[in-house]
């Protein structure tokens, strides 16, 4: 099992940028692939971005703008959006699980809302 907090969400301007957190916790939590999705109201959930040991994917539409990097001493994945958009708005959520896509575990999600 893999529990999953994230932290940072909130208000932004648009072109601002904003850092999420994702600590994980568990038995296997350090051997996983770890990833961002996120899904807007009334759209498909995205693949924003995963990692493992050095590979890194991302989502074609945060491609150059978001960086996911992860401490492995703390457990915890880090998720830096600059140039945010409005299309960015959506709730972000922290994920667990093997490579490549780390979908067997989720966090409960964290609202990120781009807005002027």
């Known amino acids: 099992q893999v529990q999953l907090v994230e932290s940072g969400g909130g208000l932004v301007q648009p072109g601002g940028s904003l850092t999420l957190s994702c600590a994980a916790s568990g038995s296997i939590a350090s051997i996983y692939a770890m990833g961002w999705y996120r899904q807007a109201p009334g759209k498909q959930r995205e693949l924003v971005a995963v990692i493992t040991s050095g590979i890194i994917r991302y989502g074609s539409s945060v491609k150059g703008r978001f960086t996911i990097s992860r401490d492995n001493a703390k457990n915890t994945t880090y998720l830096q959006m600059s140039s945010l958009k409005p299309e960015d708005t959506a709730v972000y959520y922290c994920?667990?699980?093997?490579?490549?896509?780390?979908?067997?575990?989720w966090g409960q999600g964290t609202q990120v809302t781009v807005s002027s």
């Open positions: 994920t667990s699980g093997p490579w490549p896509n780390a979908y067997e575990y």
